[in-house]
């Protein structure tokens, strides 16, 4: 008996961290979908860890030139190609070409809405020709071990976003980590890739900066509770199912929105707390606090 014919697929996205992560589970459903299959996904290099041992990507392709995918999407050499851009996410640095994505625009779904009734994987589902379902994410990591500086249990905290302006004031997290600490003695890790906190305490210690993105991901699986924003880290959370507290505030024209699906969407063990009147600065401490308790009891 002959074996089925392979079909090649390709997933377009060099966009953020945690856009990757909310995807994921897109590849076991089209693998179900079409059976035989071969997956090349198109990110920036910087983004290859995510998915570097998933056994369902084959082959993953650095998006060098954002203009890749236009080509891609005027040759059509794979069996499938599917993009994950929504229209004018990207332009080409080279050329100024703006990366349009028709399957989104015929949808009705683009940057001023994307938010307003889907979460990340709802709108990858739909740009892929899926049902739209609820599924928890899934990272695999290697067996190279990591050295983590505090033995378990500790906790894993993510404070400053690449861009800022969805982050929480430094004053309000150094005096959250001096509460944490003074009532359960706990270790706290900080990871991240820019501006790190000034906090100085033997039970914490910032790794900001320091680490590796597969080093990063073994430190944060290994971790009992996580606190951040809505950012790429906290998609690793939910991917690794930690506990967590998530400081939400409006991002650019949204006020409330649900990105996340499986744990981070539905378990009583997560809490995504939002200011809903403002940006996730002006999050009172105490709120953060009660929160953080009643997770904690």
Request: aromatic content about 12%.
């Amino acid at each position: 008996m002959s074996s089925p014919k392979k079909v090649f697929l390709c997933i377009a996205m060099d966009g953020d961290l945690g856009d990757m992560v909310a995807s994921e589970p897109i590849l076991p459903r089209l693998n179900q979908k079409f059976g035989n299959t071969h997956i090349t996904w198109i990110t920036s290099k910087k983004h290859f860890p995510i998915f570097e041992n998933h056994p369902l990507v084959d082959q993953l392709l650095d998006q060098k030139y954002t203009l890749l995918s236009y080509l891609l999407q005027k040759s059509y050499p794979f069996h499938q190609y599917y993009n994950l851009h929504l229209s004018g996410f990207r332009i080409d640095e080279k050329t100024g070409v703006s990366i349009s994505n028709a399957k989104a625009d015929a949808l009705g779904i683009d940057l001023s809405n994307y938010y307003d009734q889907h979460n990340l994987l709802e709108i990858a589902l739909k740009l892929c020709d899926l049902p739209i379902e609820d599924a928890q994410p899934h990272i695999y990591l290697d067996e190279t071990p990591c050295k983590v500086p505090f033995q378990k249990p500790y906790w894993v905290i993510h404070a400053k976003s690449n861009a800022g302006f969805r982050d929480w004031t430094d004053e309000n997290w150094h005096h959250l980590l001096t509460k944490i600490i003074a009532t359960w003695n706990l270790k706290i890790i900080e990871i991240g890739h820019v501006n790190p906190l000034n906090f100085t305490h033997e039970n914490f210690i910032s790794l900001v900066g320091k680490t590796s993105l597969p080093e990063t991901m073994k430190i944060m699986k290994g971790a009992s509770f996580f606190i951040g924003l809505d950012s790429g880290p906290t998609h690793l959370a939910n991917a690794f199912m930690l506990p967590g507290l998530i400081l939400n505030g409006e991002f650019l024209n949204f006020k409330t929105y649900m990105s996340y699906s499986g744990m981070y969407k539905n378990s009583q063990k997560v809490k995504v707390l939002f200011n809903e009147s403002g940006k996730a600065k002006d999050l009172p401490f105490d709120a953060v606090w009660e929160e953080l308790i009643n997770l904690n009891d």
